[in-house]
């Protein structure tokens, strides 16, 4: 009995020491052929590690020394049969987030650098849409109107002048279009060619036989300087009709080299240096019918202007970006030479024959007259629009480009006019003469555009 009890008491302490965390090994002596592994600090109470939820990772901290995570993994179950709460697991992290850069949609993500490896693209072509304006035409009186049969006198009481002072161009169509590329692997330095132009648009009037009006066009008396009146048509007669038409037309192309100067996170600076070539020609045409019993005399004045700008351009191009929406603003201004052609000629067909001559275009100012004088010009170029991830872009935007200097139709118009000696060929006579007077040129617009860079 007391054996069986010696017996059933060590049974219960054993019990009692495996249960107070004792040292298991032992209950279970390690065999010879086993290879024991360091021992480790057995905690007071089961462990668990807790699995972190999604989102950012937070290091666990437990009482596990930190290579038991890595340099030994524990069985899932001890010796004697006993399995721990939750055996250790390697600890999952979740994946980290795109970086703004890596954005694979087709902008870039709000606050993306501009700043990239190659600060001018590879290559890449415009095309761009022009809609512009340019400057009005400054013309002399060349048409007046009165009521009734009243003489239509310039300045004069009951007087409307038709036809002078500023004529307003209408809005011209056009088109720009570019190539570039880089010329070096780093993207610092590109060269770009571009070439636009306006399609010619043309402003007509026509005045006369309308009843209850006289129409008339205004000369000067050379002999007298006094204001004189070459009639059109008049109630009662006599009848006719008088046309005046302008015209305007430009196109121009440059060269430039680019050098990249600032390549930062949401701005980009390029110097611009190259060759500037532009060019604009107008016309002004004035032209009368005359009916009368003997036979209808028709007359034509033409004047013609052409005006061409060669010269070394500088500026400065700058991009400023924020997401998917980027602010271009281009400032160039070339210095050169501004050559002036004017051509003027005139016809007068009647029963009598063909002359060489018209009412403002006589043989003392017809011909071709060339002249050239240093000029500059300035262009501003503002874009306002989306860019894609590969840098492609569209837009829209606002043109300004000025000429300093260029010779106007209107303004080499002499009104200096013999008007008994129209009608045949007038010898000696300095009047009408030439003006040459200079003046300058703009044109301004909307311009939508598409880039593509690749």
């Known amino acids: 009995m007391a054996s069986a009890r010696h017996g059933t008491l060590g049974a219960l302490a054993g019990l009692l020491t495996l249960l107070a965390g004792g040292d298991l090994r032992a209950l ?16 007071s109470r089961p462990v668990s590690v807790p699995v972190p939820p999604s989102g950012p990772h937070k290091a666990a901290t437990s009482d ?11 069985p899932d179950s001890l010796a004697a049969g006993q399995t721990v709460s939750v055996p250790l697991r390697a600890v999952t992290l979740p994946e980290p987030l795109l970086a703004p850069e890596q954005n694979t949609g087709y902008l870039p993500a709000v606050g993306a650098p501009l700043r990239d490896s190659n600060p001018i693209a590879n ?15 400054p013309l002399p009186p060349l048409v007046t109107a009165s009521r009734g049969a009243a003489p239509p006198r310039f300045g004069g009481p009951n ?14 169509a056009g088109g720009r279009f570019g190539y570039g590329f880089s010329v070096n692997e780093q993207g610092t330095a590109g060269l770009g060619v571009t070439y636009f132009f306006l399609g010619p648009r043309v402003r007509r009037e026509l005045f006369g036989d309308t009843p209850g009006r006289t129409f008339a066009r205004p000369v000067i008396d050379p ?8 009639t059109v048509s008049r109630p009662g007669g006599p009848h006719g009709s008088v046309g005046v038409a302008t015209s305007t037309r430009a196109s121009g192309w440059e060269v430039n080299g680019l050098l990249n100067l600032v390549n930062g996170p949401q701005a ?14 107008e016309g002004l045409a004035v032209t009368q019918l005359t009916v009368s019993p003997g036979g209808d005399v028709r007359s034509a004045d033409q004047f013609d202007t052409r005006n061409r700008f060669h010269g070394a351009q500088v500026g400065l191009a700058a991009d400023l970006v924020h997401g998917g929406l980027f602010l271009e603003l281009v400032g160039k201004v070339a210095l050169g030479q501004s050559t002036g052609l004017v051509a003027v000629r005139g016809e007068t067909a009647g029963p009598g024959g063909v002359l060489p001559v018209g009412v403002l275009a006589q043989a003392s100012n017809s011909g071709h007259f060339l002249t050239s004088t240093l000029a500059v010009l300035p262009e501003g170029t503002l874009r306002l629009g989306f860019r894609f991830e590969n840098r492609s872009r569209v837009y829209v935007g606002y043109n300004l480009l000025y000429l300093s200097d260029a010779v106007r139709p209107g303004e080499q118009v002499d009104r200096g006019v013999d008007v008994a000696g129209l009608g045949h060929l007038a010898a000696g006579s300095d009047r009408p003469a030439l003006p040459f007077f200079r003046s300058d040129f703009w044109v301004q617009g909307v311009v939508i555009g598409l880039e593509y860079r690749y």
């Open 123 to 137: 290559s890449w072509l415009t095309a761009e849409a022009l809609l512009w304006w340019p400057k009005g035409a």
């Open 159 to 172: 007087t409307t002048l038709l036809v002078g002072g500023t004529a307003g161009s209408p809005e011209s």
């Open 268 to 281: 980009r600076v390029n110097a611009v240096v190259g060759y500037r070539y532009f060019q604009v020609n």
């Open 223 to 230: 002999a007298t300087g006094a204001e004189e009146l070459l």
């Open 64 to 74: 596990i020394p930190p290579f038991a995570l890595s340099a030994f993994t524990p």
């Open 28 to 43: 279970d002596p390690p065999r010879p052929d086993t290879i024991t592994p360091p021992a480790l600090p057995t905690p």
